[in-house]
């Protein structure tokens, strides 16, 4: 049974603001919904993490409605740097192991 | 900035060879990761090290593989008999703590292509 699912693709321009939404209807109580981001050739990178409301950083914000079954990712105004896989994450149940699901690899155009 | 770091960043080897993979933790971390993704799939947890011992292994990490800690500073990652299908970008990863919200450092990466 998949811990997450996001869309597998999107497309935005320069500029525009993204937000990746993530479903995760099976969270456990104490799991906290990470984010990360991958480049081309790259590891990972930790974007944010949250539990619930809302997480702001110098990268993006984090939106987590009171049920926690979903969250958002909001990337504010793009650029072409932007591009990359984004991965949502909630399976904490076993130590600190990540569980990457397939991500969703978003396109920022010019 | 401290960070991740992996040697080397290509490995091409033919089949059935050994090979090890070396990563630099970043220095005051405890906690640290083998990860691999095959091209075009997604990354995949293989083992996990902290104290000198595995914490926890995937079922990918099978008897070919092996984790070591040889001194204070590297970590590496050893293929006993290498597949074709072991063919993927490995990626280390330290952590300040192993708990479940700890942010993870990741590596550049090795290549490994198995011929």
């Known amino acids: 049974l998949a811990k997450t699912t996001q869309p597998i693709s999107m497309d935005s321009y320069e500029g525009q603001e993204v937000n990746i939404t993530c479903s995760h209807n099976n969270i456990a109580t104490n799991d906290y919904i990470t984010w990360y981001q991958q480049f081309p050739s790259q590891g990972p990178r930790f974007i944010i993490q949250?539990?619930?409301t809302k997480v702001t950083n110098e990268v993006a914000s984090l939106f987590i409605p009171a049920d926690r079954k979903s969250s958002t990712l909001s990337l504010p105004r793009v650029s072409l740097s932007d591009t990359a896989v984004y991965y949502c994450?909630?399976?904490?149940?076993?130590?600190?192991?990540?569980?990457f699901g397939q991500g969703t690899e978003l396109s920022v155009k010019p | 900035e401290p960070e991740v770091t992996q040697t080397p960043s290509h490995q091409v080897t033919q089949m059935g060879q050994e090979v090890i993979l070396r990563c630099v933790p970043i220095?005051?971390?405890?906690?640290f990761y083998w990860y691999r993704q095959i091209l075009g799939q997604k990354v995949e947890f293989l083992v996990s090290f902290y104290n000198n011992e595995i914490s926890e292994k995937s079922e990918i990490f099978d008897d070919q593989f092996s984790v070591e800690r040889p001194d204070g500073s590297n970590f590496t990652l050893k293929i006993r008999s290498t597949k074709l299908e072991d063919s993927a970008m490995y990626f280390c990863a330290s952590s300040d703590e192993g708990s479940r919200n700890d942010e993870q450092f990741f590596g550049p990466g090795t290549r490994l292509t198995v011929l």
């Open positions: 994450l909630v399976d904490y149940n076993q130590g600190g192991k990540l569980i």
């Open positions: 220095s005051n971390h405890l906690y």
């Open positions: 949250g539990y619930k």
